[in-house]
């Protein structure tokens, strides 16, 4: 059984501080990794998608993916009270085209 | 331009009652989802229709069905509701093109009574 691990948290960082958050996952054969964050009362959003190992940056968001320990990470730097959400990590095999998400972790940035 | 949507937002119906919530992607993506999340926040997988494919988790009870009249449009029909099936459901749609990234509408709270 496909299995994506989060830690649910919450992980509280203060405003300006690296957040990181972290995702295993368990079938080898992934080939898709993508990040969501989801606000309270509101659905997912897609911010991160990342394919090959190494470094994705995207502003300031910085997906890393290494496919031989079977991890998948976020970093937001410069964290800001607006990135108080729950962070969603999804994993989509290759063939298939439904992901396993994980739980999510809850992000708290206070001022 | 809201890109998927649904209705209705809210629902709140009684136990045995049959409802039906509808899902409208305007992206020409060519699958699409349904996604229940309970409670505890986990995203469980309902359904997904790729153009002539249909996927059903076989956890879900067979009182949900999903209907798509066509691609941009795939509704979940819920037969003789139960206390249990209240949840947040989400509709989402993707496009094997740009790696099946996934885009949610905004859901559907129902809360069953």
């Known amino acids: 059984q496909k299995e994506v691990e989060q830690n649910s948290g919450p992980l509280s960082v203060p405003e300006g501080a690296i957040a990181s958050l972290n995702c295993t996952y368990s079938?080898?054969?992934?080939?898709?990794f993508f990040w969501y964050r989801q606000y309270s009362g509101k659905s997912p959003e897609l911010i991160m998608s990342?394919?090959?190992?190494g470094d994705k940056e995207d502003g300031r968001f910085t997906a890393q993916l290494n496919k031989a320990s079977q991890y998948v990470s976020l970093l937001i730097r410069d964290s800001q009270p607006s990135d108080s959400a729950t962070y969603l990590c999804?994993?989509?095999?290759?063939?298939?085209?439904?992901?396993?998400f994980g739980r999510g972790t809850s992000l708290i940035v206070h001022p | 331009d809201t890109a998927v949507s649904q209705t209705p937002k809210y629902l709140v119906t009684q136990m045995g009652n049959d409802k039906s919530i509808k899902c409208e992607q305007n992206?020409?993506?060519?699958?699409m989802y349904w996604y229940k999340q309970d409670s505890k926040k986990f995203l469980k997988i309902m359904f997904s229709?790729?153009?002539?494919?249909?996927?059903i988790n076989e956890t879900v009870p067979n009182r949900f069905s999903p209907k798509s009249p066509d691609k941009a449009h795939l509704n979940l029909h819920i037969n003789s509701l139960e206390l249990g099936d209240s949840a947040v459901y989400f509709c989402?749609?993707?496009?094997?093109?740009?790696?099946?990234?996934?885009?949610f509408g905004p859901g559907t709270r129902l809360t069953v009574t």
């Open positions: 989402a749609s993707s496009q094997i093109s740009r790696d099946h990234e996934q885009y």
């Open positions: 229709y790729n153009n002539k494919e249909l996927i």
């Open positions: 992206l020409g993506h060519d699958t």
């Open positions: 999804a994993v989509r095999a290759e063939g298939s085209y439904i992901p396993t």
């Open positions: 079938d080898r054969g992934s080939q898709s």
């Open positions: 990342i394919y090959s190992n």
